[in-house]
T-cell receptor
């Protein structure tokens, strides 16, 4: 039982390049999330997927797209990376998405955009 | 104004000491409250939920003050392994958590 896994762990991009961050969970959770964490700021929600087949914008969705590929996998795509997207990206999942649910986080992807 | 604010610290305490810190939240409609723990360069993990009547989990005690809109975390008999950043988390709606920037605690031998 690996929990939430993310790939890659580290990535360096040049401005304008694109990439997809992968996330998978093996806990049979319905809801999945993408956050970014910047120094001095709390985690901020980029997108979430309440259940398979649905996605919704979070607090900071601009410059990102997501795909809920199936119940297990939720990917985050940067179409044209910008230096402002340099951050640590965390994927998370929860059983139902209710506000009392525990969210379980992946180990993160450290992205640098030059 | 940030939705969740925390004193960043760091709080440097000797082993065995008690350390306590607060977090304030701005939205009175917030419904659920948590403390998450984040070790250096690792992912956040749930430490404990915070209930209206206050609750304990071993050496950790959490309190909620709705009138003043703050929650607190107290760590008794600090261990070296308690060194971490503690994230205050508030849930107003389903699916959406608001995270504080964290309070760093360093426990020294």
């Amino acid at each position: 039982n690996a929990g939430v896994t993310q790939t890659p762990k580290f990535q360096v991009l040049k401005t304008g390049q694109s990439m997809t961050l992968q996330c998978a969970q093996d806990m049979n959770h319905n809801s999945m999330y993408w956050y970014r964490q910047d120094p001095g700021m709390g985690l901020r929600l980029i997108y979430y997927s309440a259940s398979e087949g649905t996605t919704d914008k979070g607090e900071v969705p601009n410059g990102y797209n997501v795909s809920r590929l199936n119940k297990r996998e939720f990917s985050l795509r940067l179409e044209s990376a910008a230096p402002s997207q340099t951050s640590v990206y965390f994927c998370a999942s929860s059983e139902t998405g209710e506000r009392t649910d525990t969210q379980y986080f992946g180990p993160g992807t450290r992205l640098t955009v030059l | 104004r940030k939705e969740v604010e925390q004193d960043p610290g760091p709080f440097n305490v000797p082993e065995g000491a008690t350390v306590a810190f607060n977090c304030t939240y701005s939205n009175s409609a917030s419904q659920s409250f948590f403390w998450y723990r984040q070790d250096c360069r690792k992912e956040p993990k749930l430490l404990m939920s915070v209930y209206s009547s206050g609750n304990e989990d071993g050496r950790f005690t959490a309190q909620l003050n709705r009138a003043s809109q703050y929650i607190s975390l107290l760590i008794r008999d600090s261990k070296l392994s308690d060194s971490a950043t503690y994230l205050c988390v508030v849930a107003r709606d389903d699916y959406k958590l608001s995270f504080g920037a964290g309070t760093t605690v360093t426990v020294r031998a």
